[in-house]
């Protein structure tokens, strides 16, 4: 190795050490169990394991943040990712969604899922589990389209929303 070859691994090692003081670190907000999702749809226990393997990181508050999570530069991006899941979707505050928007989300989920959006490429690359079988698929779709449907009649049966509006959102 030459004195310039070790010159620059050095410099790389250290600047390496020094970006791991910058940005923020990976962090979870309070979870309040009365605004989750869990508060406001029947979620059995199998799609309860299908949410928490393939969605949750993303999607709640309650993100397991792995080693490779706290290392620079990688943080940052797994951290865009998060906080981007999270700005899109929340379960953890999922009683800020107004019921018709709450509805639609719910079955775009489903969805999303069916048609292989979700989870992200990226992340299933990194967490095997997260992978869906073709009958997970067919359960989360099933429950999703179920939850909305309940979500839509509730709707209806309060007289809080007109039918053009429910209509609007199905397929």
Known sequence: ???????????GLVMFGVIQFFGASPTNPLVVKSHTIQ????????????????????H???????????????????????????????????????????????GAMGEAARRGLMPLVSYKALHPQARLSDEEIKVFYEWSQAQRRHLLNALWD?????????NRGRR
């Open 1 to 11: 190795m030459t004195k310039r070859e070790k010159l620059l691994g050095a410099g």
């Open 39 to 58: 508060s406001r749809l029947e979620i059995p226990p199998r799609m309860a394991s299908i949410l928490d393997r393939a969605c949750t990181d993303c």
């Open 60 to 106: 709640s508050n309650d993100t397991r943040w792995p080693w490779y999570s706290h290392v620079a530069p990688i943080k940052w991006w797994v951290m865009n990712h998060v906080n981007g899941g999270r700005k899109e979707l929340n379960f953890s505050e999922w009683t800020q969604y107004q019921a018709p928007f709450a509805a639609a989300t719910v």
């Open 158 to 166: 309060t007289g809080t929303q007109k039918a053009d509006t429910i």
